[in-house]
C-alpha cells in the first residue's frame, strides 16, 4: 500500500482505525486500484491477524452452488454431494471474510449471507440447525451497488448491512506523485524477484507515464513494470521504448506533459463536453458524484451540462 497523494493517505488513516474493530467494511474502487491489498491490509491489522483470512471471488461461483461454496454441505444434500464439506464461512472462523466482487452474488445467496451478518449464524445445506460462527466480514466492488440496487441485482437491506463503514480506494490517475513511488517500489521488488538490474526511465518517460491515465490502475503499473524490467534490464528507457499506447499522439490530444492539445482539424466544443461527460459516467458506472469528481466539477454542474446536452444515466 504505496502512496503518499493526500486522498491516498486519508484512505489509510481510515482504514487504521477501522482496523481494530469488527465492524463490516465495504471496500470499492475501479478494477485494479488495490482492494484485496486493503482487506489483507484491514486483516492484518486487527486482532484476527493470527487467524484465516479466506477469499471468495462472487464473481466465480456458480449459481447452482453459491449456497454451498459459502455455507458448506452434507453429504447427499444434492446430487454430486459425496462428502461433507465446510463453506468459506466455517473455513473463516475467528478470522477474515472477503467477499470479492459482491456485487455479483447471486440474490438468493444475498438473503442467507444478509441473515448470517445479522445473527453470526450459518446454516449448512442439508443440516436443520444452525451453526454460529465468529467471521469479520470486508465485501469489495467496482460496480456502483446503488445503481444495481435500483435495476433490481442487489438487496437493499443487504447493501445497508455492508455499507457500515465503506472505504473507496481513489484511481491512480487521481494520485498525483504516486507513479513515480510505485513505480520505483515495484520496479526493484520486480528485480529481486527476477535477479535483473532495473532499467533507467528518462524524463521524458516519466512525464509521459505522469500524463498517463492508467484505465488498469496499480495492476496495470505493475505489469508495465514488470515488462520494462525483463525488456531492458540495466537500460535506460526512452519514449520510443514504450508500448504505444503511452505514446503521446495528435489522436490523443495531449502532450507529454499533460496539457491539452488542439488537433490540426480544430473539435467541436459541445461534442467534446458531452463526450467527456458520457465516458466519466460511464467510468464510474453512472455515479454523478464521482463522475464529477473525475472531470474537476461540481456535481450540480455536471447535472447542469447533463441536462444541457440531454444525458441520460
Known amino acids: ?31 485494479g486500484t488495490g ?20 477469499t471468495v471471488n462472487c464473481a466465480a461461483l456458480p449459481t447452482q452452488l453459491a449456497e454451498s461454496e459459502l455455507f458448506g454441505h452434507r453429504k447427499g444434500a444434492f446430487t454430486g454431494a459425496s462428502t461433507d464439506s465446510i463453506g468459506k464461512v466455517q473455513a473463516a472462523n ?7 466482487e459482491i456485487g455479483e452474488l447471486p440474490l438468493a445467496v444475498q438473503a442467507k449471507l444478509l441473515r448470517f451478518l445479522e445473527t453470526g449464524e450459518c446454516q449448512t445445506v442439508g443440516r436443520a440447525n444452525n451453526q454460529c460462527v465468529d467471521v469479520r466480514v470486508i465485501a469489495a466492488t467496482n460496480r456502483d451497488l446503488s445503481r444495481l440496487i435500483d435495476d433490481g441485482g442487489f438487496r437493499r437491506d443487504l447493501y445497508y448491512r455492508l455499507h457500515v463503514v ?25 528485480a529481486a524477484n527476477y535477479k535483473l538490474r532495473p532499467p533507467v526511465y528518462s ?11 492508467w484505465p488498469g490502475n496499480v495492476r ?15 537500460r535506460k528507457v526512452e519514449t520510443e521504448n514504450l508500448p504505444q499506447e503511452f505514446r503521446a499522439t495528435p489522436s490523443q490530444h ?3 506533459d499533460g496539457t491539452f492539445q488542439l488537433p490540426d482539424q480544430g473539435l467541436n466544443m459541445d461534442e467534446l463536453e458531452a463526450s467527456l461527460i458520457e465516458q466519466a459516467l ?29 444525458i441520460e444515466c
Open 203 to 213: 524524463k521524458a518517460v516519466m512525464k509521459l507515464l505522469n500524463s498517463y491515465h
Open 35 to 54: 482492494k484485496e491489498l486493503l482487506a489483507q491490509a484491514l486483516h492484518r491489522n486487527s486482532r484476527r491477524r493470527d487467524k484465516p483470512f479466506v
Open 1 to 31: 500500500m504505496l502512496g503518499k497523494a493526500p486522498e491516498f493517505q486519508s484512505l489509510l488513516r481510515a482504514m487504521r482505525i477501522v482496523s481494530v474493530t469488527d465492524a463490516t467494511v465495504l471496500v470499492s474502487g475501479e478494477s
Open 166 to 190: 465503506p472505504l473507496e480506494l481513489p484511481p491512480l490517475r487521481q494520485r498525483p506523485g504516486d507513479v513515480n513511488l510505485l513505480l520505483s517500489g515495484l520496479t526493484a521488488e520486480l
Open 94 to 100: 475467528g478470522g477474515t471474510l472477503f467477499l470479492d
Open 282 to 310: 460511464n467510468k464510474t458506472f453512472g455515479n454523478r458524484s464521482k463522475a464529477a469528481r473525475m472531470l474537476g466539477l461540481s456535481r450540480d454542474t455536471l447535472l447542469y451540462r447533463m441536462k444541457k446536452y440531454a
Open 254 to 256: 495531449a502532450s507529454a
Open 220 to 234: 496495470e503499473l505493475r505489469n508495465f513494470s514488470e515488462r520494462m524490467l525483463i525488456l531492458f534490464s540495466g
